[in-house]
């Protein structure tokens, strides 16, 4: 041979399996012209697998002087059909391959299959008249598993057969020499059978579809959907026939094979020819002539069990239904010719890419190319889920903070203290800076100053201005516009007081709030449009019943009181402004945050389940 066998094999069936020794044999028997074929498996046990020989006989026309030459030189192909490597996969399993075969009446031929095969290494004899055949034998299995059980199992190995040559035993039938494969195993001293007869291949009826894969080549379509007494029992058969094989092609998952039902869709073209690779293992086509040939494929198969099951059609209803219902916003992204026949993950994958494609504008990702965008797309999103995790997290420890932690323990989970925010680097502050506890709107915030000092705040607005004011508002947030704009902006200030103090330091809060709010106020109508004050404590009965008299009761998942005071900004001339001020229950501001942050969580939560 001249080959390095040894080095072929590794580097053309690394990633084969035990099954395509089968394949092998069978086809090139097939091309012998053998109607009748036998496979003999032997194994002491399947935890065994060195014990394992395998031998398969056929009545095909021998290892004829050509045949032989062809055999023993690599690459060596009659057309594009064949590849000249499928001989190689037996040395990849088995130490020794003998064959032995009767050719041209009286001539027999035997060799052994190695590396040094050529045509000294063989021996010829004339013998008595005899049929023409061929019998491989394979011994000492190099390997140190199966890889699978089901490849010494003669049922396994039956449906397999009839997958991969289907299109070539219809066409044997059809043309009146069919084809018999019988396998045997003899497994710990018991043997069990199986036949692959001309019965187990269905008649096709053929279609042509309309759209074709290129200019010249039509598809064809040969199809057979046949109902079986056993209701619980289900076979599907979807291929494409390439150089006489017939490469498995999934076009419907099998939770949507209907019960009942034996099926088998065959698309077939000269198109075809050549397109799959030297182990016959992938398919050669470029990834966007075979995303549109495996629509076509589909679309005409869906079609054609729609129209002969009508239980099935009725389902696929149901669950477009139910998909729209539960994903409303992708209602218009499902395609209808897939729902049904592919998994319903599947399904969603692409409606939720497709919807997020058309939303690139949005996410200012247009530069990106496909693999990029689906990419970003995902580091994007599990991104997003971190962050509302992240405010669960937060949400929960808040639960936790009692009459035992400080202000300062408590103002930490709202934001970093002593740390001013600023617009410009709010995504790299997003854990540090809770101020959507308050409310999400606040997330658009322009400047957020975490426990400094007052004059701070005020020169932010002025640009300049200083009051003397030393004091620290617990939270000073300046949101909706740019203070340094010319559009008026809205303020923010919150005072929080820990958990279990009196009713007198509780309400200290007023007093710091008034104070915050006479400094802000001389700026309002002018910079500022709005002014939110929040003093944030624990409600108990006592301050709820001294606060009730004067405030009035909001809505809220808890309890929230609301008061106009009057603040006096100056006193000659005499200038009051009235001024709100929300004593809001930290029970109450915790409750309505998580209430907020519940939706988002539900929904990751629901992923997680779906695929349990």
């Given at each position: 041979?001249?080959?390095?066998?040894?080095?072929?094999?590794?580097?053309f069936?690394?990633?084969?399996?035990?099954?395509?020794?089968?394949?092998?044999?069978?086809?090139?028997?097939?091309?012998?012209?053998?109607?009748?074929?036998?496979?003999s498996?032997?194994?002491?046990?399947?935890?065994?697998?060195?014990?394992?020989?395998?031998?398969?006989?056929?009545?095909?026309?021998?290892?004829?002087?050509?045949?032989?030459?062809?055999?023993?030189?690599?690459?060596?192909?009659?057309?594009?059909?064949?590849?000249?490597?499928?001989?190689?996969?037996?040395?990849?399993?088995?130490?020794?391959?003998?064959?032995?075969?009767?050719?041209?009446?009286n001539?027999?031929?035997?060799?052994?299959?190695?590396?040094?095969l050529?045509?000294?290494?063989?021996?010829?004899?004339?013998?008595?008249?005899?049929?023409?055949?061929?019998?491989?034998?394979?011994?000492?299995?190099?390997?140190?598993?199966?890889?699978?059980?089901?490849?010494?199992?003669?049922?396994?190995?039956?449906q397999?057969?009839?997958?991969?040559?289907?299109?070539?035993?219809?066409?044997?039938?059809?043309?009146?020499?069919p084809?018999?494969?019988?396998?045997?195993?003899?497994?710990?001293?018991?043997?069990?059978?199986?036949?692959?007869?001309?019965?187990?291949?269905?008649e096709?009826?053929?279609?042509?579809?309309?759209?074709?894969?290129?200019?010249?080549n039509?598809l064809?379509?040969?199809?057979?959907?046949?109902?079986?007494?056993?209701?619980?029992?289900?076979?599907?058969?979807?291929?494409?026939a390439?150089?006489?094989?017939?490469?498995?092609?999934?076009?419907?998952?099998?939770?949507?094979?209907?019960?009942?039902?034996?099926?088998?869709?065959?698309?077939?073209?000269?198109?075809?020819?050549g397109?799959?690779?030297?182990?016959?293992?992938?398919?050669?086509?470029?990834?966007?002539?075979?995303?549109?040939?495996?629509n076509?494929?589909?679309?005409?198969?869906?079609?054609?069990?729609?129209?002969n099951?009508?239980?099935?059609?009725?389902?696929?209803?149901?669950?477009?239904?139910?998909?729209?219902?539960?994903?409303?916003?992708?209602?218009?992204?499902?395609?209808?010719?897939?729902?049904?026949?592919?998994?319903?993950?599947?399904?969603?994958?692409?409606?939720?890419?497709?919807?997020?494609?058309?939303?690139?504008?949005?996410?200012?990702?247009?530069?990106?190319?496909?693999?990029?965008?689906?990419?970003?797309?995902?580091?994007?999103?599990?991104?997003?889920?971190?962050?509302?995790?992240?405010?669960?997290?937060?949400?929960?420890?808040?639960?936790?903070?009692?009459?035992?932690?400080?202000?300062?323990?408590?103002?930490?989970?709202?934001?970093?203290?002593?740390?001013?925010?600023?617009?410009?680097?709010?995504?790299?502050?997003?854990?540090?800076?809770?101020?959507?506890?308050?409310?999400?709107?606040?997330?658009?915030?322009?400047?957020?100053?975490?426990?400094?000092?007052?004059?701070?705040?005020?020169?932010?607005?002025?640009?300049?201005?200083e009051?003397?004011?030393?004091?620290?508002?617990?939270?000073?947030?300046?949101?909706?516009?740019?203070?340094?704009?010319?559009?008026?902006?809205?303020?923010?200030?919150?005072?929080?007081?820990?958990?279990?103090i009196?009713?007198?330091?509780s309400?200290?809060?007023?007093?710091?709030?008034?104070?915050?709010?006479?400094?802000?106020?001389?700026?309002?109508?002018?910079?500022?449009?709005?002014?939110?004050?929040?003093?944030?404590?624990?409600?108990?009965?006592?301050?709820?019943?001294?606060?009730?008299?004067?405030?009035?009761?909001?809505?809220?998942?808890?309890?929230?009181?609301?008061r106009?005071?009057?603040?006096?900004?100056?006193k000659?001339?005499?200038?009051?402004?009235?001024?709100?001020?929300?004593?809001?229950?930290?029970?109450?501001?915790?409750?309505?945050?998580?209430?907020?942050?519940?939706a988002?969580?539900?929904?990751i939560?629901?992923?997680?389940?779906?695929?349990?």
């Open positions: 041979m001249k080959v390095n066998l040894s080095q072929a094999v590794k580097y069936f690394g990633s084969s399996s035990l099954e395509m020794v089968y394949f092998e044999a069978v086809a090139n028997a097939i091309d012998a012209g053998a109607t009748d074929i036998k496979i498996i032997y194994i002491d046990n399947r935890s065994n697998p060195q014990t394992l020989t395998i031998h398969i006989e056929d009545n095909g026309a021998g290892f004829t002087d050509e045949r032989f030459r062809k055999f023993s030189n690599l690459f060596d192909v009659e057309d594009a059909s064949h590849k000249g490597l499928g001989r190689l996969v037996y040395l990849f399993y088995f130490e020794d391959v003998k064959v032995l075969s009767h050719f041209d009446g001539k027999k031929r035997e060799f052994k299959f190695s590396d040094d050529d045509e000294n290494n063989q021996h010829i004899e004339t013998v008595e008249e005899t049929p023409s055949g061929t019998k491989i034998e394979m011994s000492g299995y190099i390997l140190q598993k199966l890889g699978k059980f089901d490849y010494v199992d003669p049922a396994y190995l039956k397999r057969l009839l997958e991969e040559f289907y299109s070539l035993l219809f066409k044997k039938k059809e043309h009146k020499t084809i018999t494969i019988t396998i045997d195993a003899t497994i710990e001293g018991q043997t069990i059978a199986e036949v692959l007869s001309p019965d187990d291949v269905l096709l009826t053929k279609i042509d579809i309309d759209t074709p894969i290129d200019t010249v039509t064809h379509l040969y199809y057979a959907i046949e109902e079986i007494e056993e209701e619980t029992e289900k076979s599907l058969i979807s291929a494409i390439i150089d006489n094989r017939t490469v498995k092609y999934e076009i419907i998952a099998g939770e949507y094979i209907p019960n009942g039902y034996k099926m088998v869709f065959l698309l077939i073209s000269d198109y075809f020819i397109k799959v690779d030297l182990s016959r293992q992938n398919i050669n086509f470029p990834p966007h002539e075979e995303k549109r040939l495996k076509i494929f589909r679309k005409k198969v869906a079609e054609l069990i729609e129209a099951i009508e239980t099935v059609a009725i389902r696929n209803r149901e669950i477009k239904e139910n998909l729209v219902e539960k994903y409303p916003h992708l209602g218009s992204y499902f395609n209808n010719d897939e729902i049904g026949f592919i998994a319903k993950d599947d399904i969603l994958k692409k409606a939720q890419n497709d919807f997020f494609k058309e939303q690139r504008e949005l996410l200012e990702a247009v530069s990106l190319d496909d693999d990029q965008f689906e990419k970003a797309l995902e580091i994007s999103s599990k991104a997003l889920i971190e962050y509302i995790l992240f405010r669960q997290v937060t949400i929960n420890n808040l639960k936790k903070i009692d009459r035992d932690n400080s202000e300062a323990e408590l103002h930490k989970l709202f934001a970093t203290m002593r740390t001013r925010f600023d617009e410009e680097n709010r995504v790299d502050d997003l854990y540090r800076n809770n101020a959507w506890i308050l409310d999400d709107k606040y997330m658009t915030y322009k400047t957020v100053l975490s426990d400094r000092k007052m004059d701070e705040l005020v020169s932010l607005i002025t640009k300049n201005e009051v003397g004011d030393s004091g620290r508002p617990d939270i000073a947030l300046v949101f909706s516009s740019d203070p340094n704009g010319d559009i008026p902006f809205d303020v923010v200030i919150v005072e929080l007081k820990k958990r279990g009196s009713l007198e330091d309400m200290v809060v007023e007093t710091q709030l008034k104070k915050r709010a006479r400094n802000l106020m001389k700026h309002f109508n002018n910079k500022i449009q709005r002014i939110w004050f929040y003093g944030i404590i624990e409600f108990n009965k006592e301050i709820e019943l001294d606060i009730s008299s004067d405030y009035t009761e909001l809505y809220s998942s808890g309890k929230m009181y609301y106009d005071i009057d603040i006096v900004i100056s000659d001339p005499d200038i009051k402004v009235p001024t709100g001020i929300y004593i809001w229950d930290i029970d109450a501001v915790v409750s309505d945050a998580e209430a907020r942050n519940s988002f969580l539900e929904l939560k629901s992923k997680f389940i779906d695929h349990e």
